[in-house]
T-cell receptor, first 117, second 117 residues
């Protein structure tokens, strides 16, 4: 049973460039989440997919950010016109279909560390 | 603003002692509570989930929940140097076993624990 995978693990880019990150959830997990974490802070929620539908978006997700999960499997997060403030760890998590009385347990991937110069 | 508060520490305990980590939350409708362990430079790892008042034990870990006081804690018995990490408390308000409500986790900033040999 492989865990959540993310690619790339590290990305260094110049301000103003576009970047795209990929997340592959645990197989058979129909729910997928993106979070952002900066140094000394806990992860902050960005967006949530159930299958291919994007059901929640944080106000943190500005117009420069877009996420997709076209076939309900892997997901991509794109940041356009990157700014230095976008430097952070971008974390993807997945969780299985919710069972009656079940928790919303989310399992995180290794993250993509973005540095914007 | 729904908040999760943790003492940032650092909390330092000797090897073999009990480490006690605390978390308070502001949203009274919160339903599920999670503890994640995060080693430096790594992603969060789920170690405990709890949704009912009282204690839940798993090996050396015990999670305690008091919804009336909006308080959740994590006890680590027989602490080991390998337990040295940042512990993140996370809260979800989605009703158990349903599709309603927000699926996001709201995290505290984490408590850094150091276990001294």
């Amino acid at each position: 049973d492989t865990g959540v995978s993310q690619d790339p693990r590290h990305k260094i880019t110049k301000r103003g460039q576009n970047v795209t990150f990929r997340c592959d959830p645990i197989s058979e997990h129909n729910r997928l989440y993106w979070y952002r974490q900066t140094l000394g802070q806990g992860p902050e929620f960005l967006t949530y997919f159930q299958n291919e539908a994007q059901l929640e978006k944080s106000r943190l997700l500005s117009d420069r950010f877009s996420a997709e999960r076209p076939k309900g499997s892997f997901s991509t997060l794109e940041i356009q016109r990157t700014e230095q403030g976008d430097s952070a760890m971008y974390l993807c998590a997945s969780s299985p279909r919710r069972l009656a009385g079940g928790y919303n347990e989310q399992f995180f991937g290794p993250g993509t560390r973005l540095t914007v110069l | 603003q729904k908040e999760v508060e943790q003492n940032s520490g650092p909390l330092s305990v000797p090897e073999g002692a009990i480490a006690s980590l605390n978390c308070t939350y502001s949203d009274r409708v919160s339903q599920s509570f999670f503890w994640y362990r995060q080693y430096s430079g790594k992603s969060p790892e789920l170690i405990m989930s709890i949704y009912s008042n009282g204690d839940k034990e798993d090996g050396r870990f015990t999670a305690q929940l008091n919804k009336a006081s909006q308080y959740v804690s994590l006890l680590i018995r027989d602490s080991q140097p390998s337990d040295s990490a940042t512990y993140l408390c996370a809260v979800n308000s989605s009703p158990l076993g349903t599709q309603g409500g927000s699926e996001k986790l709201v995290f505290g900033k984490g408590t850094k624990l150091t276990v001294n040999p």
